[in-house]
């Protein structure tokens, strides 16, 4: 395995700066299989399920491509330098700790196992952000950390229990894609605690996705809706489960999560089943805004742990569950 600094992550949250590292399998790693992918050269210009699809997908030239197995968000300080940071690496991602994670992320519903496995490995320090200049502050860092690539040793894997609360929807492969949007899950949080980590799924056939952000929202009255923590993930790879981890976001069972993107990409939906709200454009952050409803479920979901309490059942996969007055809908026909 390796880690790789991505600038596209670099982003100021509620006074805390936080870099996006992406750990990258190597042939021999356990996660390996699951993300290198065979994907298309081109960007698909049709509708999943038509004719014209199916012919595409026959006759499209191909390509071999590694997608990171998971995205790291690493708190740092104004004046962390190179040194600062890989000293944090080699204290916390010890061979035996990248074994584990290889192991973890080599699961098909691992991200109940990355909560308590990432809680210490993703804030360097806690100090918060005093410069006002937020732009210049996020271009100093990136040019700070670019060209960080940093192979890493495997040891002996060891055993995590899981993590305990979920929001959103089980992250897998989906029969239908739905292109950008702002769309929120309609699954809320399972109990009240922090969220730590998240997930999403873009189709293979229509490219990777830029400016992805991800947040969580609540209901303000109706179908109102305000955003409450933000995640400016950025550019990310489609074909397999992307998860983004070191978020310490609290939630209530009145939270939900949802997602918006730009590009060509379409995240993994199930068109005529479960619920969610949509709105066009970007629409993270936002205040009270009305959004419409739709009966349809997007690859996106999050996992944390319950305040003032641990796991009490068994290793499972993200439940899915509906609210009321979902007027089922297709959003885009895709």
Request: glycine share 10%; net charge negative; hydrophobic share 40%.
């Amino acid at each position: 395995m390796k880690i790789s600094f991505n600038p596209s992550g670099t982003h100021i949250d509620k006074e805390s700066l936080r870099v996006r590292l992406d750990l990258i399998p190597d042939i021999g790693d356990l996660s390996y299989p699951i993300h290198h992918i065979n994907a298309p050269t081109e960007v698909c210009p049709y509708e999943i399920g038509t004719k014209q699809f199916n012919e595409w997908v026959k006759t499209v030239p191909r390509e071999w491509r590694t997608n990171p197995c998971l995205n790291i968000f690493i708190r740092i300080g104004e004046m962390t330098n190179l040194n600062d940071l890989l000293a944090f690496l080699a204290q916390r991602y010890t061979p035996d700790k990248v074994a584990t994670l290889d192991t973890i992320q080599s699961y098909t519903d691992n991200i109940r196992l990355l909560v308590p496995f990432m809680a210490d490995k993703t804030v360097l320090t806690d100090q918060r952000v005093k410069t006002k200049d937020y732009a210049d502050l996020i271009a100093s860092v990136n040019q700070r950390f670019t060209g960080l690539y940093l192979p890493l040793s495997k040891g002996i894997s060891e055993i995590i229990a899981p993590g305990s609360i979920t929001i959103g929807s089980d992250v897998i492969g989906r029969a239908n894609a739905q292109s950008s949007i702002t769309i929120v899950e309609g699954v809320a949080a399972s109990a009240a605690g922090t969220i730590t980590t998240v997930s999403i799924w873009f189709d293979i056939n229509f490219g990777n996705a830029t400016g992805v952000e991800i947040a969580t929202f609540i209901i303000v009255s109706g179908n109102n809706l305000s955003t409450d923590d933000v995640l400016a993930w950025g550019n990310v790879n489609a074909g397999s489960k992307q998860d983004s981890t070191g978020l310490t976001w609290d939630v209530t069972t009145g939270h939900y999560i949802g997602e918006y993107f730009t590009g060509t990409a379409r995240v993994e939906t199930t068109l005529g089943s479960g619920s969610c709200w949509y709105k066009t454009g970007d629409n993270i952050p936002c205040t009270n805004a009305a959004f419409s409803t739709a009966a349809q479920i997007q690859s996106c979901g999050g996992v944390g742990t319950e305040a003032g309490g641990g796991w009490g059942g068994e290793f499972c996969g993200v439940a899915v569950a509906e609210f009321d007055g979902v007027v089922p809908a297709e959003i885009d026909g895709v």
